[in-house]
């Protein structure tokens, strides 16, 4: 299964690591957060020197709650964190976490080469038209309302049917535009508890009846550190337990702040399957 970005064919027949830069002050993981040139930096060449294939700019906080910012405030975060990692990192692959159709395709402009939408084009009409545009991979993840509203809406009559039916409605929405590369995300953490979470993971490799990458994002999230009654800053030991778990019901992306740790979680797990 290839993936193409910018004309670089992604091989996922083994597990790819995406590394995490929230270019926000309100990042649910104070680790991830990069706010300055240097930080942000810094932060890219740790994550690409440890192994990650993609790197994943946030510049919108999409934990349970966060503040609504505008377009206008994401893109003086985003557009110059973009420039500066390609000037660095010419060979870089940015993945741009965004819903706002203006955001992707300005970041695309910039080099981006892939959108990461954590409303699969359900919170702006016009994504979907501009990935038909510019060819890009597109991750689209599971979510009910915004999330602002997201954690009251965890109501479902069969949580896993529930999330690949929407899927389904999603990627044939995609097809009809003519868009190739699809990744999915059950969305983990968004507008679900901790309970759906665990039961959705132990389900995962039911979504790989849908014949696209399957993308997980599990790091450090409430999910692990309320569970284990601890902080999101000691929970690395449990995100390579549920990176362990994704890898072996067939997770093809890892997305994670730890990268180095993903990576000995990937090589350890092929080892156990080959």
């Not at 993981?29 to 700019?57: H, M, V």
């Not at 849908?210 to 450090?220: A, D, M, N, Q, T």
């Amino acid at each position: 299964m290839f993936i193409n970005c910018k004309g670089n064919l992604i091989d996922l027949a083994q597990p790819k690591v995406m590394g995490i830069i929230n270019i926000t002050p309100d990042s649910f993981y104070s680790g991830s957060r990069s706010n300055t040139e240097k930080e942000i930096l810094t932060n890219a060449e740790k994550l690409l020197q440890e192994g990650a294939t993609f790197l994943d700019l946030g510049a919108y906080s999409s934990r349970p709650g966060a503040d609504d910012i505008s377009i206008e405030e994401e893109l003086g975060r985003m557009m110059p964190a973009i420039e500066m990692i390609l000037k660095e990192f010419p060979e870089a692959v940015l993945s741009i976490d965004t819903f706002r159709s203006e955001v992707a395709e300005k970041s695309i402009q910039a080099g981006a080469a892939i959108i990461n939408d954590i409303s699969a084009g359900k919170l702006d009409e016009k994504m979907m038209p501009v990935i038909a545009r510019y060819q890009v991979p597109y991750i689209m993840m599971h979510m009910k309302g915004t999330p602002q509203t997201m954690k009251e809406l965890n109501q479902y009559d069969d949580l896993t049917a529930d999330v690949l039916f929407y899927f389904s409605e999603r990627i044939r929405a995609a097809r009809k535009l003519g868009i190739n590369d699809l990744i999915v995300d059950p969305g983990f953490g968004f507008a679900k508890n901790i309970a759906q979470n665990f039961d959705l993971l132990s389900k995962l490799e039911l979504f790989k009846n849908l014949e696209l990458p399957l993308l997980v994002g599990v790091s450090r999230k409430s999910m692990i550190w309320k569970s284990l009654d601890i902080t999101a800053s000691e929970a690395l030991n449990g995100t390579t337990v549920l990176n362990t778990a994704a890898l072996l019901k067939g997770a093809d992306i890892l997305r994670v702040h730890d990268v180095k740790e993903a990576m000995e979680c990937i090589k350890l797990t092929r080892e156990l399957i080959n």
